[in-house]
């Protein structure tokens, strides 16, 4: 016998010996973001559907890409200096309103998640906005009325997914499937019935069967799944049934819009004793060539397009407006999305690190942090001069720390300003 031979079919044995069995589900549930959770707590509480899963010979099963769930819906706990901040790097508010003539006058009427948190996970919310243009939006606060996250909604419902026998599985991305079926099978659920295995894998080498699938993801990661599915001719079951390829005519091409929200914490929230407590305000400096190259230092100012009812403060008593308010916490120096200014975007490339978490977090020693205390300044500058609380041609002697970008780390008194 050839010496060759011997060693690849060994070698063919380990590998099989090593891998895992597939994770065995009823339903694969690809994506934990709330609509992948709403739809596995969806079916496990509702009793027309619960009992089509058993936690231990036909569980429901979510993949989750990333280390935590939620996607794009994002609440970072425990921020500022004394722990007790929430910071919304996604999704932070919705409609209140369960009118179907939506009389609150909300620009996105949003009935699912209103009721879903009302009546279903009774969920406390206040208005989203202390005075301001977003009537009848609101968020999700806890029982002294600060803000709780929007997550709180997502974390409930997986609390009890999984107090129902979801299994849950992060850290695996499904990159494609197969599937076999016992006969060609329709896109749409119309209730033809075949038998039908979905076998999927991750890109850390584990995989899954089921006999049902939902694609929870966005766009551009379904496309790839898909896509890599039709390489492996998977969808072919299905071709047939619809006549055309189901990857190119049912989805389109997906566009990537990207955001930036950028906070800064302070711990004295000066532009609240300044009566700022709602509101837009935005200033743009001198535009030059940043982001040309993500490791080019910028040439542009920071741009400023903030909101001063979108970062999360406390105050110490009574007071929390005004010339005698005693407050801390964050500004939301700028929210903005390429759909409003993609230079402006442009100007974060080179401080956005990683993708996972999608956030970065700075230390107030750091450019940005600077910057963007620079940038609030100039812009506040008339008020704060006018209500004395700018102390002008101070040497900045003692640094200060904020943080910025995403996930806070701040601590101390802003330079340059004086209480
Ligand atoms: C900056 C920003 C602000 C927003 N503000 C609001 C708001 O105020 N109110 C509101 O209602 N909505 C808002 N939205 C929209 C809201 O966040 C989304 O509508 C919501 O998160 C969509 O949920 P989803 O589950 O469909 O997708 P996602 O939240 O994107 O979740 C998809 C999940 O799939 C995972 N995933 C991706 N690829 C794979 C793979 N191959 N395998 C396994 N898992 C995978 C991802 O990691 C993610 O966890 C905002 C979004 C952004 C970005």
Known sequence: MNWRVVSCALFIIAANASADPPIKCKLAIAGGGPAGVYSAWRLLTDPATSSNYNAK????????????????TFSIRN??????????????????????????????????????????????VASYEEKGDEDGMVKIVDDEGQNAGLLTYVERMMNTSIALGLQYYSLHQLDDFDVTASSE?????????????FNLNFANGKSATASELLLNLPLQPAMRVLQAARTRKALKPYGKSIGVDPVSSFL????????????????????RNLGLTFGNFNL???????????????????????????GHTRCEGAVDRGPNADCRGFIEATYTSDGVHTSNVSF????????????????????????????????????LESA??????????????????????????AQGLTR
């Open 57 to 72: 010979t036909a569980p429901l099963c979510i993949f989750e890409r990333s280390s935590r769930f939620g996607g794009r």
């Open 79 to 124: 921020q500022g200096t004394k722990k007790d901040l929430v910071v919304e790097l996604g999704a932070y508010r919705f409609c209140g309103s369960l009118d179907p003539h939506n009389t609150t006058g909300c620009e996105m009427y949003m009935p699912l998640i209103a009721s879903l948190t009302k009546n279903a996970l009774k969920l406390r």
């Open 185 to 197: 099978l329709p896109l749409s659920n119309s209730g033809a019935t075949a038998n039908v295995t």
């Open 252 to 271: 389109h091409v997906p566009m990537v819009v990207r955001h930036v929200k950028l906070y800064v914490h302070y711990d004295w929230a000066w532009w």
């Open 284 to 310: 743009y400096g001198q535009q030059g060539r940043c982001g040309v190259t993500p490791i080019s230092p910028c040439t542009q100012e920071m741009p400023l397009e903030g909101r001063y009812h979108d």
């Open 348 to 383: 974060f490339n080179a401080f956005s690190t990683a993708m996972d978490p999608p956030a970065a977090d700075f230390d107030g020693d750091d450019f940005l942090v600077t910057e963007a205390h620079r940038m609030l300044i100039l812009r506040h500058r008339p008020l």
């Open 388 to 413: 004395g609380l700018l102390r002008t041609r101070q040497r900045l002697s003692q640094p200060w720390r904020g943080s910025a970008c995403g996930i806070p780390k701040a601590r101390g008194l």
